[in-house]
């Protein structure tokens, strides 16, 4: 077996071309893989004071990419705003927004996906199994069927049709001490199975391995295996994922303005080893070269296939 330790102590950020951004950890459901244990009793929102800091960061250092989640973001009373003014920024090549489908078939909710349309906003959303009682029991009763109900909105908008620039994601999690199975297989049964029931499309697939962290670890320890699920994810280690891994050319904000290597270490509250890592304060060249941080939960980047915002770091 690899020394895994060995291979991660020089891990360190590439140029930077993404930032992904936490605007609040409230969200209408309480899903139980979920990192960050967001749920409707969670009072976190970013201000409109950092979404400006933001803005100018963005700005300044040509930031092309940038990734907006939660919580669930439309529950942010500023995020219209926000995404108008990021569209002004030249600089930015795309805009990524993880929604978790249920929250975009609320009354007060209900002209979202219009508004993603018009503005180009790609779209990621939470989909853990394409079968109704798998999905359910791990987001919460009727998830499924409202989260069906919120694809064939978005796809009569035009999202994850082929004459469309309009991206659909969706976003598999494993239940239980597992490893997520290939990704383009997994992709193609989740294509074949939802076109064939529901007459829903979307554009692609991403397998996340779950992280030992939040609600997933509470539910591994309950289970009596959570050192089991340790051990399988050291014991998968893959030294190809290294140079892959989203923490090189990512940033993590969160709706305080600090900054982390990834939405994982922000979860666990593992800022950014620098004096004062508010993104008000930093400059990107300060940053840079720093070491990024791995500790034992990064295991679950680098095992198998590996595992990241955007699903697998390598195919079979």
Same mark, same amino acid.
């Given at each position: 077996m690899p020394t895994c330790f060995d291979k991660t102590k020089n891990l360190k950020r590439k140029s930077i071309n993404t930032l992904q951004i936490n605007i609040g950890y409230k969200c209408n459901l309480t899903c139980e893989h979920c990192h960050f244990q967001a749920g409707p009793l969670r009072t976190e929102q970013m201000s409109?004071?950092?979404?400006?800091?933001?803005?100018k960061f963005t700005q300044e250092n040509n930031i092309s990419n940038i990734d907006i989640t939660g919580g669930a973001p439309e529950l942010n009373p500023f995020i219209k705003d926000f995404i108008k003014e990021l569209k002004l920024i030249n600089s930015i090549k795309n805009i990524n927004l993880r929604t978790n489908l249920v929250i975009l078939n609320a009354p007060e909710y209900s002209e979202f996906p219009e508004f993603f349309a018009k503005n180009s906003i790609e779209l990621t959303a939470s989909l853990p199994c394409y079968l109704e009682e798998n999905v359910d029991k791990q987001r919460g009763?009727?998830?499924?069927?409202?989260?069906?109900? =919120?694809?064939?909105?978005?796809n009569s908008l035009g999202y994850g049709q082929e004459n469309t620039s309009l991206q659909l994601n969706m976003v598999y999690n494993p239940r239980g001490a597992?490893?997520?199975?290939?990704?383009?297989?997994?992709?193609?049964?989740?294509?074949?199975?939802?076109?064939s029931e529901y007459n829903i499309i979307f554009n692609n697939l991403y397998t996340i391995t779950n992280l030992p962290i939040g609600r997933f670890k509470d539910e591994l320890t309950l289970q009596n295996s959570i050192e089991e699920y340790e051990n399988l994810l050291k014991s998968s280690f893959n030294p190809n994922n290294l140079g892959n891994l989203m923490c090189l050319s990512q940033l993590s904000v969160d709706w305080q303005g600090k900054l982390y290597d990834c939405d994982f270490n922000q979860a666990l509250g593992l800022a950014v080893p620098t004096d004062n890592p508010y993104i008000d304060?930093?400059?990107?060249?300060?940053?840079?070269?720093?070491?990024?941080?791995?500790?034992?939960?990064?295991? =679950?980047?680098?095992?198998g296939n590996g595992s990241s915002c955007t699903g697998s770091l390598t195919s079979t």
């Amino acid at each position: 077996m690899p020394t895994c330790f060995d291979k991660t102590k020089n891990l360190k950020r590439k140029s930077i071309n993404t930032l992904q951004i936490n605007i609040g950890y409230k969200c209408n459901l309480t899903c139980e893989h979920c990192h960050f244990q967001a749920g409707p009793l969670r009072t976190e929102q970013m201000s409109w004071a950092v979404m400006q800091d933001i803005l100018k960061f963005t700005q300044e250092n040509n930031i092309s990419n940038i990734d907006i989640t939660g919580g669930a973001p439309e529950l942010n009373p500023f995020i219209k705003d926000f995404i108008k003014e990021l569209k002004l920024i030249n600089s930015i090549k795309n805009i990524n927004l993880r929604t978790n489908l249920v929250i975009l078939n609320a009354p007060e909710y209900s002209e979202f996906p219009e508004f993603f349309a018009k503005n180009s906003i790609e779209l990621t959303a939470s989909l853990p199994c394409y079968l109704e009682e798998n999905v359910d029991k791990q987001r919460g009763n009727e998830v499924f069927k409202n989260s069906v109900k =919120a694809i064939k909105k978005l796809n009569s908008l035009g999202y994850g049709q082929e004459n469309t620039s309009l991206q659909l994601n969706m976003v598999y999690n494993p239940r239980g001490a597992k490893l997520p199975p290939d990704q383009q297989d997994l992709e193609k049964a989740y294509k074949k199975y939802l076109k064939s029931e529901y007459n829903i499309i979307f554009n692609n697939l991403y397998t996340i391995t779950n992280l030992p962290i939040g609600r997933f670890k509470d539910e591994l320890t309950l289970q009596n295996s959570i050192e089991e699920y340790e051990n399988l994810l050291k014991s998968s280690f893959n030294p190809n994922n290294l140079g892959n891994l989203m923490c090189l050319s990512q940033l993590s904000v969160d709706w305080q303005g600090k900054l982390y290597d990834c939405d994982f270490n922000q979860a666990l509250g593992l800022a950014v080893p620098t004096d004062n890592p508010y993104i008000d304060k930093v400059k990107l060249t300060d940053i840079k070269d720093l070491p990024v941080i791995f500790y034992e939960h990064c295991y =679950a980047c680098c095992a198998g296939n590996g595992s990241s915002c955007t699903g697998s770091l390598t195919s079979t």
